[in-house]
């Protein structure tokens, strides 16, 4: 997130309580960005992309819900041009990734199969 400086902490929402807690985690942790795509699969939650204040980025990780560790996905194929703003949704086991910014609007679509952790255009 973004609140003058570019942040990497991680919280999580208690809705019976309303608080917001920080949660402790392990692994690699994502360099610090703000509008990059977050999204649910199984136990897993996908980051791609956003800007980290200098650079726009299209790397993906994942952090485990359970374990509360971090690790950067390894992915193959055509990579996405770098970029924020863009929206993000699961179906089955694929993220697919669409438009954003890279300083001027982007059209086009992507699909990371996250069982084979493959790239490809759609």
């Known amino acids: 997130g973004y609140d003058g400086s570019y942040r990497s902490d991680f919280h999580s929402f208690n809705f019976v309580t309303s608080v917001w807690n920080q ?17 649910m699969h199984g136990q897993n939650m996908c980051l791609f992309g956003g800007h980290d204040g200098t650079r726009h980025l299209n790397d993906v990780h994942l952090f485990d819900m359970e374990e509360k560790v971090w690790q950067m996905l390894v992915t ?15 179906h089955g086991q694929s993220m697919y990734i669409f438009g954003g910014s890279t ?10 199969r996250l069982d084979t952790k493959k790239w490809s255009p759609v």
């Not at 949660?23 to 703000?34: H, K, L, S």
């Not at 300083?103 to 699909?111: I, L, P, R, T």
């Open 23 to 39: 949660v402790a985690t392990a692994g690699r942790v994502p360099r610090a960005r703000y509008r990059a795509s977050c999204v």
């Open 103 to 112: 300083g001027s609007a982007m059209n086009d679509f992507h699909e990371l």
């Open 76 to 90: 193959e194929g055509p990579l996405p041009i770098p970029r924020d703003s863009h929206v993000a949704v699961v």
